[in-house]
C-alpha cells in the first residue's frame, strides 16, 4: 500500500467532493497544509488572500454563487480569529462552507505555547459540524464527513488540524463518499392542503405572492400561478433574480432596501402566498390582518415568521404547480391592476433620471450603465449598505446573471471578496464588485489578490463620505444627532493603482461612460471611484406622498423637495384610478 501524507490525502477528499478552490492565507501552524496544497497544486487551485476574513467570505461566496461547498483556511491563533466573520455569514445564509483550522503540534498543545489557543470552542456557535483530528489517519475521513454535514446541514463544518499530524504519513487508502451523495428527495404537497389553499386564494380580494431563496428553482411555477390568478409577486432581497426584474408581475422585493410598489403591496393585500421564505424582517414587511398560505420544505419554518392558514410541507416547485393545476383562472382584480400601474410609475420615475447629469452623481445615471455594461452572464459580489438599496432598486437581473451580498448576517466588505471568488469560478463571466466607500475600506487590500491572479473584475467605490445605511437610521429612526457615520474623502483611484490595478475616477456621466470603455480595453483588475451624492436613496420606511391622519400637506411637501418625487404617487392613487 503506498503511502501518503495525512494533509494530502485530506485534500484528495476536497477534489473527490469537487472542490475547484481553497482560500486562504498561510501561517507556521499550517505548513503541513501548505505542502499539500502545493503537492496538489495540478488538481487544486489555491488562491492567496490577504485577510483570512476575505478567504471565509470568498468560500462563503462561491458556495452561495455555486451550490458547491466553499473551502477555507486559517492558521493557529489569529488566523482562525480572522475566519469568524465569513464563518458567520454563512452561517446566517445557510451556505455549505469547510473551514480548515491549524493547530500547533500535538506536544506543543495545552502547554500555554506561541499562538496555541483552544480552537475547538470558538468555532461551536459558528458551526453545524466542529471537530479536533486526534490522529494522522482520521485526517481524510474527518474531511468528507466535514463536507457531508455542510451538505446535510447548510452550514459550517469546522476541521482542526495540528500541525505535526498533517506531515504524518498513513496509508492511501480511504475512499471518500462524494460519489454516493444525493440531493434529498423533495416532499410532495398534500392534495387536501393544496385544495384548502385554492380555496383561500379564490376568495381573496388582494391576493398576493411573497418568495424567498427557497423558490430559487421554480421561476416558471411562480409565473405560472402569478398569471392564472392574477396575483402580483414581490420577494426577500436574496431571491432577487429568480424572477428577471422586467417581469411585469414582479413588483421587487419589500423592505426597506426594496422599491416602493412592493413595499405598498405588502401591506395593501388581504391574503400572502408566502414561499420558500424565512426573512427575519417580514414581521414589519405585510398586512398582520393577511391570510397565510406558506410553502416550505422544512417544517421548522412554518409559522416562524408569521401566523400561518395553510401551511404546506412541500417542496416550492411542485407545490405551485399543483396549485397552478388545481385553480381555475382568476379575473384581475383592483389590486392586480394598481399593483402594476404602481409599479410603472415608480420605475417611469427612476428613469426618468437615467441621464442626469447632475454633480455629485445621483445612483440612477450609474447603474443605468452598469445595466448597458453587463453582459447576460454577469455576476455581481454585493456589499452592505446602501449599495444594496441601489442594487435592488436599479439593477435589472435578466438571463444568466447571478448576484451575491452578505445576507441575513450584512457584514460590510463583503463586495470584492465575493467578487474574487466568481472570478476565480467563472473565469470566462463579467464580474463586478459594488461598494460603499465605508465596506471597501475594510477589506480594501484584497485588490492585491486580484492584481496577483490578473483577474478582470470591475472594481465599483461609491464615495459619499458617510455611512449612508447608519446615517439614515440615526436621522430618521432614532432621530439622534450624527454620530461616527462621517468619512473622509479618499482618492480610491489613486490606491487602486498604487496596487497595481487601473484607477479612475468618476465625477459626471461623460466621465463614467469612458471609463467603463477603457475598463473594457483591458485585462486588467479595475477600481472606479464614483463620486456620489450625499443625499439619502428614497425611503420607503417614512414615505410622505399623501396626507393623512399621519401626514400632513407640509411632510409631504418636504418629502417631495428632499426626494425630487414630482409625478410619483403612492398605491392609493392608483387604486382610486381602478375603482372610479
Known amino acids: 500500500m503506498s503511502k501518503i501524507k495525512a494533509a494530502t490525502a485530506g485534500l484528495k477528499v476536497l477534489e473527490a467532493w469537487g472542490v475547484k478552490n481553497i482560500y486562504g492565507l498561510p501561517g507556521g501552524s499550517f505548513d503541513s497544509g501548505m505542502q499539500a496544497i502545493y503537492e496538489r497544486r495540478d488538481t487544486l487551485h489555491y488562491v492567496q488572500v490577504r485577510h483570512e476574513e476575505a478567504g471565509a467570505i470568498a468560500a462563503s461566496a462561491e458556495a452561495k454563487l455555486t451550490g458547491k461547498v466553499g473551502v477555507t483556511f486559517g492558521s493557529a491563533g489569529p488566523g482562525a480569529v480572522h475566519l469568524l466573520n465569513g464563518l458567520y455569514d454563512a452561517k446566517h445564509d445557510h451556505t455549505p462552507v469547510v473551514a480548515i483550522i491549524a493547530q500547533v503540534p500535538t506536544k506543543r498543545m495545552n502547554v500555554d505555547f506561541f499562538q496555541a489557543i483552544d480552537e475547538e470552542p470558538i468555532f461551536d456557535d459558528v458551526s453545524v459540524w466542529n471537530r479536533t483530528a486526534m490522529t494522522a489517519e482520521s485526517i481524510p475521513q474527518m474531511y468528507d464527513e466535514a463536507i457531508r454535514q455542510a451538505y446535510k446541514h447548510n452550514g459550517v ?79 426577500s432581497v436574496l431571491a432577487k433574480g429568480i424572477v428577471e426584474d422586467e417581469y411585469e408581475n414582479y413588483l421587487g422585493s419589500t423592505g426597506r432596501v426594496a422599491p416602493k410598489p412592493g413595499v405598498e403591496a405588502g401591506f395593501a393585500n388581504d391574503l400572502i402566498l408566502w414561499v420558500g421564505n424565512d426573512v427575519p424582517f417580514s414581521i414589519f414587511l405585510i398586512n398582520p390582518r393577511a391570510k397565510v398560505i406558506q410553502i416550505d420544505i422544512d417544517s421548522e419554518k412554518l409559522g416562524k415568521r408569521h401566523h400561518v392558514d395553510v401551511a404546506i410541507l412541500a417542496d416550492a416547485k411542485k407545490a405551485l404547480k399543483a396549485l397552478a393545476d388545481k385553480g381555475t383562472e382568476l379575473p384581475e382584480s383592483d389590486f392586480y391592476k394598481a399593483s402594476l400601474l404602481n409599479r410603472k410609475n415608480w420605475r417611469d420615475w427612476q428613469d426618468s433620471f437615467a441621464n442626469d447629469d447632475s454633480q ?27 449599495v444594496n438599496i441601489n442594487f435592488m432598486r436599479l439593477i435589472n437581473l435578466h438571463g444568466d446573471q447571478k448576484w451575491t451580498t452578505s445576507g441575513q448576517y450584512a457584514t460590510m466588505g463583503y463586495g470584492m471578496s465575493a467578487a474574487i471568488a466568481a472570478k476565480t469560478y467563472y473565469p470566462d463571466r463579467d464580474v463586478y464588485s459594488l461598494s460603499g466607500d465605508g465596506g471597501f475600506a475594510m477589506l480594501c487590500e484584497e485588490l492585491l489578490t486580484e492584481v496577483k491572479y490578473n483577474l478582470h473584475i470591475i472594481n465599483f467605490v461609491f464615495s459619499n463620505e458617510t455611512l449612508g445605511f447608519i446615517e439614515a437610521e440615526q436621522t430618521d429612526d432614532s432621530k439622534q444627532p450624527l454620530s461616527g457615520v462621517d468619512l473622509i474623502d479618499t482618492d480610491w483611484a489613486k490606491v487602486g493603482e498604487g496596487m497595481g490595478a487601473v484607477g479612475f475616477t468618476v465625477r459626471t456621466l461623460d466621465d463614467l461612460k469612458d471609463a467603463l470603455a477603457k475598463a473594457q480595453a483591458t485585462d486588467k483588475p479595475v477600481l472606479i471611484d464614483v463620486k456620489l451624492t450625499h443625499e439619502m436613496p428614497f425611503t420607503t420606511e417614512h414615505m410622505a406622498l399623501e396626507t393623512n391622519k399621519w401626514t400632513t400637506q407640509a411632510d409631504v411637501d418636504a418629502f417631495t423637495k428632499k426626494y425630487q418625487t414630482k409625478g410619483l404617487h403612492p398605491y392609493s392613487y392608483f387604486l382610486d384610478q381602478v375603482t372610479k
Do not use: C
Not at 455629485?360 to 446602501?386: C, H, T, W, Y
Open 157 to 235: 463544518a469546522v476541521v482542526t488540524v495540528p500541525k505535526d499530524l498533517g506531515w504524518t504519513e498513513i496509508e492511501d487508502k480511504f475512499q471518500p463518499t462524494a460519489n454516493l451523495y444525493q440531493q434529498p428527495i423533495m416532499p410532495e404537497p398534500d392534495p387536501k392542503r393544496i385544495d384548502e389553499a385554492w380555496d383561500l386564494i379564490k376568495n381573496a380580494k388582494a391576493p398576493l405572492i411573497y418568495f424567498g431563496i427557497g423558490a430559487k428553482h421554480a421561476s416558471k411555477e411562480l409565473k405560472a400561478v402569478s398569471e392564472k390568478f392574477h396575483m402580483p409577486m414581490i420577494s
Open 360 to 386: 455629485p452623481l445621483r445612483p440612477e445615471p450609474v447603474f443605468d450603465q452598469i445595466n448597458k455594461l453587463a453582459s447576460d452572464r454577469a455576476v455581481f459580489g454585493v456589499d452592505v449598505g446602501n
